[in-house]
Each structure stands twice: as structure tokens, then as C-alpha cells.
């Protein structure tokens, strides 16, 4: 192992659960604003997860009120407190960008029972 992956190791968290596209999540986030700190949740459905390693990510798409928002998260962040699985969903695409242009019950990922 060269030295670039020791020092990334490091940093790479052992604590996330096995999800995949299609599965809703929730992520906790450590948000600061001035000298506060506080926890906010952002539920939504992983449309894509990108890279490896300590470069990973994952694309979470919620849609409130009417208007779909998308949030990357880096996957290794120090700014993540948590991520627990939902529901698991049943796919066939790794990335679910044609919900972008879906709106109600065809936007709709199939429950995968586990």
C-alpha cells in the first residue's frame, strides 16, 4: 500500500450501512451557523452513488411541496453525523436520473422486503 492510501484510510469512516440506488435514506448533517451547531435530517431517495474510496459520494433526491431538490453528500464527511436506511428499493439502473422528470406515482421506486 503507497502512502496516499495509508493517509486516506485514515479517514475513511467503517460505520455507514450497505445502500444503493433506489433506496430511500436519511442523513444527518451537522450544520454551524455562527457558534451553534445543530443536527438537520434530509430524506430523500439516492439517485446515484459516484466513486470509491475516500472520494465517494451519493446523490439524494427529496421532492417537498411540490419541488424536487437534490443534495450531493461526500460519503466520508466529518460533517455527517449518521445515515440509516429508510426502505430499500428495487432497481435496475445505477443512476435514476429519469426521476428528475417523473412527478407522482410514476416516480415511484418498487420496496424491495428484506
Same mark, same amino acid.
Given at each position: ?15 455507514? &450501512?450497505?445502500?444503493? &440506488? ?7 448533517? =451537522? ?55 429508510? =426502505? ?16 407522482? =406515482? ?9
Amino acid at each position: 500500500m503507497n502512502l496516499i492510501q495509508s493517509v486516506e484510510n485514515q479517514h475513511v469512516k467503517d460505520n455507514i &450501512p450497505d445502500f444503493s &440506488p433506489g433506496d430511500v435514506v436519511r442523513v444527518n448533517t =451537522r450544520i454551524r451557523e455562527g457558534q451553534k451547531e445543530r443536527i438537520q435530517a434530509y430524506e430523500g431517495t439516492v439517485i446515484r452513488r459516484a466513486h470509491s474510496g475516500t472520494r465517494a459520494s451519493f446523490t439524494v433526491r427529496r421532492v417537498a411541496f411540490g419541488t424536487g431538490s437534490e443534495r450531493t453528500f461526500p460519503l466520508h464527511s466529518p460533517n455527517i453525523e449518521s445515515i440509516s436506511v429508510v =426502505r430499500y428499493g428495487t432497481v435496475r439502473r445505477a443512476k435514476l436520473y429519469y426521476l428528475r422528470d417523473r412527478t407522482g =406515482r410514476s416516480a415511484r421506486v418498487r420496496e424491495e422486503r428484506r
